[in-house]
C-alpha cells in the first residue's frame, strides 16, 4: 500500500526558507509525476510545483517561480520541495501528491503533470506552512 508522508512545514519570518519533505512507503518513485500543492484559507488548491521523476523535468508555478526548487532525493523515495524568501501569501497547508507510473518524453511529461489533476492517485496528510511578515 503506498503512503505518502509530508513533513519540514513550520512557522517563519517573511523572507526566511523551509526544505519540505515528501517521503513514500511501499513504493519508489520511478516515471511518475510528484507534485507540491498548497491551499490556503478560503482558497482553491494549487499546484506550485511538479517533477517526473524519470529525467527530473520540473514544473513551477509563477507565484514561486525563483524561489522554490522541487528535487528528487537519491534514495528515489523521498521529493522536496526548497522553499526560499517566503512571503505571507505562502502561508498554507503543503501537500504532496504522486501519479501512477507512465513513460513519456520530459516535455510531455511535465505537461501531464501539470495538467492531469485527476492523474495524482496518492496524497499525504498535510504539512502546515506559516509565514510572518
Known amino acids: 500500500q503506498v503512503h505518502l508522508m509530508e513533513s519540514g512545514g513550520g512557522s517563519v519570518q517573511a523572507g526566511g526558507s523551509l526544505r519540505l519533505s515528501c517521503t513514500a512507503s511501499?513504493?519508489?518513485?520511478?516515471?511518475?509525476?510528484v507534485g507540491w500543492f498548497r491551499r490556503a484559507p478560503g482558497k482553491e488548491r494549487d499546484l506550485v510545483a511538479a517533477?517526473?521523476?524519470?529525467?527530473?523535468?520540473?514544473y513551477y508555478n509563477d507565484a514561486v517561480k525563483g524561489r522554490v526548487t522541487i528535487s528528487q532525493g537519491n534514495d528515489k523515495n523521498t521529493v522536496y520541495l526548497q522553499m526560499n524568501n517566503l512571503e505571507p501569501e505562502d502561508t498554507a497547508m503543503y501537500y504532496c501528491?504522486?501519479?501512477?507510473?507512465?513513460?513519456?518524453?520530459?516535455?510531455?511529461?511535465?505537461?501531464?503533470?501539470?495538467?492531469?489533476?485527476?492523474?495524482?492517485?496518492?496524497w499525504g496528510q498535510g504539512t502546515q506552512v506559516s509565514v510572518s511578515s
Open positions: 501528491a504522486a501519479t501512477g507510473p507512465f513513460l513519456a518524453v520530459g516535455s510531455t511529461a511535465i505537461t501531464r503533470c501539470k495538467e492531469d489533476m485527476d492523474g495524482y492517485e496518492y
Open positions: 511501499g513504493w519508489t518513485y520511478t516515471s511518475n509525476c
Open positions: 517533477i517526473y521523476t524519470s529525467g527530473g523535468t520540473t
